[in-house]
């Protein structure tokens, strides 16, 4: 008797403590939810909902609790360049949940010159999941093709001077410029997004990092003009992983030492990708000038060619239109380079082709189980100023 007295007692009490327990830290950490269209955001493609994303956008970054921002199904017109600026930011979680389509618009006049489509600025811990990003840039890239003046274009969405950040699930389409940006960042999860332009759409590059550290690209399918990933100066431990590369120019490391000082890339993984008919397949590429930047410590393995120009390629005498480099050398130091199990198929001749710097020569390039063909023979290769070695079963042919 007594003691099932006592056990009701203490079963009342947990009760009473866990209840306790759950409304002091609901209120805590109760997460926000903010619908777009309850901010008068229409899904009707026709209506511009700028303004709704700049609202939602307020109102999560004055709470303290995490937030998600819903956009629910249907199709909505954004007709601005939109900032979402994180320096007076209480929250630092904050979730975009995108089950429509954001459409911009059709006249590429409109944000031509803007620079970008979505800008988030100096934030820390935004997470975009879903959502199909539609920048309509066609007209634009008539544009530029038929050698009019034309206004530069827009980059799609773009992330500066902001740590992590989460990127899942997310398609862009048709980018006036450059799909994806991250510049100046750390600590980045970019995975399962698809990218899709025509592979004639002039600097379409797919996702384009620089300045950042800790930045993962994984499990992300890119068909587009231009390449499909490209990273640029001031990077280091950049981890790529299953990437699906095609039509487009490949994954490019440059163009680099353009400028006189500019920070190295360091630390770079890029492993278990397929590039079907593209221009390049893995490059890295430096304007002949002179420069302090640097390559160092990059791994390229388990590569799929289906049939790509250049598979495998260094190219330190980048100039183009012949301005402001003839007579000059790269300065770019490129050392510990690691190709390994990388087969398939050349278009051309040439699946290996390594151009070295006359000033700085490449070192510590290591071919390791490399096999390319072009029409089922083993591919050329040639080697310029560079000094590596041939391991595992790489075919004959040893250029260095
Ligand atoms: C290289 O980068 C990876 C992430 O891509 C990281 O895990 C590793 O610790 C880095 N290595 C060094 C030596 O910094």
């Known amino acids: 008797m007594e003691t099932k007295v006592t056990s009701s007692l203490t079963h009342v009490l947990i009760f009473v403590l866990f209840t306790l327990f759950f409304v002091v830290n609901r209120q805590l950490v109760a997460a926000t939810n903010i619908n777009l269209v309850s901010l008068g955001a229409k899904s ?17 970054c004055e709470s303290r ?6 956009v ?26 995108i089950r429509g389509t954001l459409v911009a618009p059709a006249d590429f006049r409109v944000l031509g010159n803007a620079g970008t489509w979505f800008s988030f600025d100096d934030v820390t811990g935004v997470s975009i999941f879903g959502g199909v990003f539609d920048g309509q840039g066609a007209g634009l890239w008539a544009c530029k093709r038929s050698g009019k003046t034309c206004p530069p274009g827009a980059t799609t969405i773009r992330f500066s001077n902001s740590m992590n950040i989460v990127v899942n699930g997310l398609t862009s389409l048709n980018s006036q410029l450059y799909h994806i940006d991250f510049d100046g960042c750390k600590e980045v999860k970019a995975e399962g997004v698809q ?18 550290t800790g930045v993962t690209i994984m499990n992300t399918k890119i068909g587009t003009g231009d390449d499909c990933i490209s990273i640029g100066a001031g990077i280091s431990n950049l981890w790529i ?30 492993k278990s990708c397929t590039f079907v008919g593209t221009k390049n397949g893995v490059r890295i590429k430096s304007w002949g000038r002179p420069s302090n930047g640097f390559v160092r410590h990059v791994l390229f393995q388990h590569l799929t060619m289906v049939n790509a120009q ?3 390629i260094i190219n330190q005498n980048y100039c183009p239109n012949e301005r402001g480099c003839p007579g000059k050398v790269s300065g770019v130091r490129i050392t510990d380079i690691t190709y390994q199990d990388i087969h398939g198929a050349s278009r051309t001749p040439i699946g290996v082709k390594f151009d070295c710097s006359s000033k700085y020569h490449c ?22 100023n560079t000094v590596g070695s041939i391991f595992g079963s790489s075919q004959p042919n040893n250029c260095f």
């Not at 954004?78 to 007076?88: D, I, P, Q, Y």
């Not at 990218?195 to 759409?201: D, E, L």
């Open 44 to 60: 009707d493609g026709l209506t511009d909902s700028s303004r709704a994303f700049t609202s939602a956008w307020k109102i999560a």
């Open 65 to 70: 609790n995490p937030s998600t921002i819903l």
């Open 72 to 97: 629910p199904q249907g199709r909505y017109l954004v007709n601005k360049a939109l900032v979402f600026n994180g320096r007076n930011c209480k929250n630092k979680a904050i979730s975009f949940v």
């Open 195 to 212: 990218v899709s332009a025509s592979g004639a759409s002039p600097n379409t590059d797919g996702i384009h990092v620089q300045h950042s």
């Open 241 to 270: 992983e299953n990437i699906a590369c095609g039509p487009g120019h490949g994954i490019s490391i440059g163009s680099l030492g353009k400028e006189l000082n500019e920070p190295g890339v360091v630390n770079v993984t890029i």
């Open 310 to 312: 250049n598979p495998i």
């Open 363 to 384: 070192t510590n390039i290591k071919l390791n189980d490399v096999h390319l063909t072009y029409r089922n023979k083993p591919a050329g290769k040639t080697c310029i």
